[in-house]
């Protein structure tokens, strides 16, 4: 291959991967604004004012959890349409999706305005969010994964993992920027609607990624092997069910894929959405809502690069020793977290999320290669969908709503236990996995 052949592909697989990094923050900035809404501002302003403290936060966190409940019926109808018309415009239509929901959320009444009606919308709203959540991981994953070279697989995967924490600090950003230039009247009346509707822009990307990217050329060899074998295009129906057929295929893949990212989403949904309202609400701490919203800002930047170096290191040392350290240490930090949150000391709770969150990184950041190599391409994105979204339901659904529970039944060292529990059964996942690095993307099952 000559030089310029060489620049000409590396300068697309940069345009692929920026591309996909920014399309999955703005879609986990979406995500993850309900997230902090759901801690700090929908118990006031969708749920009834006469109920105690406790009760309409573990309302509010539950709408959260509902977008976990759709993320796996997502990842099954756009993994079925992803292997069988392409990455790309399965991804197009889950930004599209999650944009309009988001926008939506931001012009919703309240409950003194509506009644139950309220919160009722918001669970749908919050529903369409997940269905396009569990849509969007596979194809903005597959299209950097099954793009890039075999020996640098991890590291441009970590592009579309990075938008997990761009997408805190964004929201968490969007939400630190409103309420401190305007009052906190105003604030709770109409400016936290502000983050919501600004998400109208995740729309402009869609259409910039449907007319701007082809789709991967692992899928484009999947179209044409069925093209030899009597198909007439691509977008003709394969004969069996992607999802059924990576159920056949892979059922224990799947499954341990799942086990595999407990750690991860159990973890990740305590540091970025239960610290926050345990640091506002605790007598023990009582921080106020900015102080606990810069530390998780912080603590996330500080996972990025971080997430960068260990899916990088995953290339050169493998998939599975780095995921492993990740749940070890994880596991371990979660005893050490809140002893440090109760200090009270704004150093002292950056330390304890920041470090959290790189442990969590040191899973999550190799986990998109980890899990495109897991499968053949022709079942690919509903194999590895179906292991994420399951994982996701299971993990993170309702981690803060559990956290919430310990806590308030039984003390907050059973919320340590909990992120305890969930690294042990994510190493026992990884240990009945074999490793992938280096796998064979153009594999097809004949």
Known sequence: MSEIDNTNESQSMRRVALTSLTGTSIEWYDFFLYGTAAAVIFPKAFFPQDLPVMVVLIASFSTFAVGFIARPLGGIIFGHYGDRIGRKKTLVVALMMMGGATTLIGFLPTYASIGILAPLALVLLRFVQGLAIGGQWGGAMLLVTESAPANRRGWYGAYAQAGAPVGVILANLAFLGVSTSISEEAFMDWGWRVPFIASVILIAISMYVQLKLEDTEAFKALVKAREQKGEEAASVPIEKSPVLEAIRLYPRRIVLAAGAFLSVQVTFYILIAFVIAYGVNSSTVGLSRDVMLTSVLIAAAVMIPTQFYFSGLSDRIGRK?????????????????????????TENIV????????????????QAAFFTELFSTEVRYSGASLGYQMGAIIGGALAPTIAVLLWKNFGIFYVSLYIAVAAVLTLVSLAMLTETSGADLSNIQE
């Open 321 to 345: 020793k780095v995921y492993q350290w990740g749940a070890v240490l994880t596991g371990l930090w979660g005893f050490v977290l809140f002893p440090l949150i109760d200090t009270g000391s």
């Open 351 to 366: 330390l304890a999320v920041s470090l959290g969150l790189i442990f969590v990184g040191m899973q999550y950041g190799p």
